[in-house]
């Protein structure tokens, strides 16, 4: 499995997966967004992506293709984002989620009352439309690069 950066002919299939998983499209209208793909030989197995929001990232579209689930794939992906983030000096990441609470919660991420969300977050499209009002929201402090905090 390799992880590497999506492009732009990568759209049709990463959205049959969202679609699949019954998660929202990608949303193009995004212009700071790191996404990235899992893929085994020419075949994307799973995605992922950050939209960077000031200091702060909402981590969204983690899916993995059903066929190789259990295999670590998602939680590469989301360990891959996070020190890209942390490299680019975000503070932390945000996350909402319907379904998936106890799986990022085994990856370190911890409830948050809706309400005390950065502003920055909850101007996201996801936050304010995507995502319906029962997702619960969750966040991880990210590790700076010289190891502190
Ligand atoms: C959640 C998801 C991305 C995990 O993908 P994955 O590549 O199988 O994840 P990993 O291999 O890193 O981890 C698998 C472990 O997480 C557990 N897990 C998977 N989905 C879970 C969920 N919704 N809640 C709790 N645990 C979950 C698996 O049982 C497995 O546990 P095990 O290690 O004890 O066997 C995948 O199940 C998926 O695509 N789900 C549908 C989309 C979704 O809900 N995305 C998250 C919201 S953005």
Redesign the pocket.
Known sequence: MKIRPVRSHDSERINRLLEN?K?PPQDLSVDHVQAVVATIGEHIV?HAAVEVHGQHGLL?????D?E?????????LVTHLEKSASDAGLDSLF?L?E?????FS?LGYEARERDTAPDSIRESSEYSIVCPSSAALMIKQLKKKDGHG
């Open positions: 998983a998660l799973g969204r579209s983690v899916v993995t059903p190789v689930q259990r295999q670590g794939i998602a939680s590469a996350l989620t379904t998936a609470f106890d799986y085994r």
